[in-house]
């Protein structure tokens, strides 16, 4: 096994053209393949991307996908040219999005599927019959690296965008807040709308406001409906369900978050 730290090293292309692939595949790498490094193998190299290019070009498209809300998603195996995911599209594969969905689930999901469209894809590339479709880019979108900071939730946004970002940071970097100067980390939650009579006796509560504490849950006022939270960890803290939280946490209605 050999692992250069810059793919543009001398030595480490020197290897690659010692070895003369007929191709070479790229999952999840994290770096732009140089054209000295694109024109050594025979077929070119080939890259197994978690999205249905042009959509989600870049570092974290599972997350994004759940975040944004995406109903559907799927692996693209591609041509890669010396751009950010721009290469020809071979063949791409479809996977559905549920409404429970993490970051998490949907990456092993990713992980299943794309061991079978590479080798999918591979096949068409030995019998000659690889399709080589350009990508539109004007409907290109991307997306950034994921980082720490993006968890820090914001309530003024609506409850159904908060319990996206909390699926779509599970389980890594998780979405966080703060209760009484320790973090705070959600796990699970649902979105809900506030019913004629919550409107009432709500109406005074700013978002991050507890409003209600149920046997199950906590229900946070967001910007625009109710977060009900039903898993979630303080800090140094195990994970647990919101009904063994609030046996051994006294959460009050009032009390604000963040």
């Known amino acids: ?8 090293e001398p030595e480490f292309l020197e290897k690659i053209e010692e070895l003369s692939p007929d191709v070479i595949v790229v999952a999840a790498f994290g770096q732009i393949l140089p054209k000295a490094l694109l024109d050594i193998p025979k077929y ?3 890259n197994v991307h978690a999205s249905l290019l042009p959509k989600y070009r870049g570092a974290a498209p ?6 944004d809300g995406e109903k559907e998603t799927g692996i693209t195996i591609m041509y890669m040219d010396v751009g950010l995911d721009t290469g020809d599209i071979i063949l791409q594969d479809i996977i559905p999005i549920t409404s429970e969905e993490t970051g998490g689930s949907l990456f092993d999901k ?16 030995e019998a000659g019959e690889a399709n080589r ?16 900071e993006m968890g820090k939730l914001d309530f003024t946004r609506s409850a159904e965008q908060i319990e996206r970002l909390i699926r779509g940071l599970n389980p890594w970097p998780s979405a ?4 009484e100067g320790k973090s705070l980390k959600l796990w699970q939650a649902e979105a809900e709308n506030i019913s004629e009579s919550q409107q009432l006796e709500f109406k005074n509560a700013t978002p991050g406001t507890v409003v209600e504490v149920r046997d199950n849950a906590i229900v946070i006022m967001t910007g625009e409906g109710l977060l009900v939270v039903k898993e979630l960890q303080l800090e140094g803290k195990k994970r647990m369900p919101a009904d063994a939280f609030l046996r051994g946490f006294s959460i009050t209605v009032g009390m604000e978050l963040g």
Not at 176 to 179: I, V
């Open 1 to 8: 096994m050999y692992q250069p730290l810059k793919v543009k």
């Open 176 to 179: 966080y807040t703060f209760l």
């Open 44 to 46: 070119g190299c080939i």
């Open 62 to 67: 599972i997350q994004y996908s759940v975040i």
């Open 110 to 125: 990713m992980a299943v599927q794309g061991s079978a469209s590479i080798i999918k894809a591979l096949r068409q590339i």
């Open 133 to 148: 479709i350009p990508q539109d880019n004007e409907k290109a979108t991307y997306v950034k690296m994921i980082s720490k």
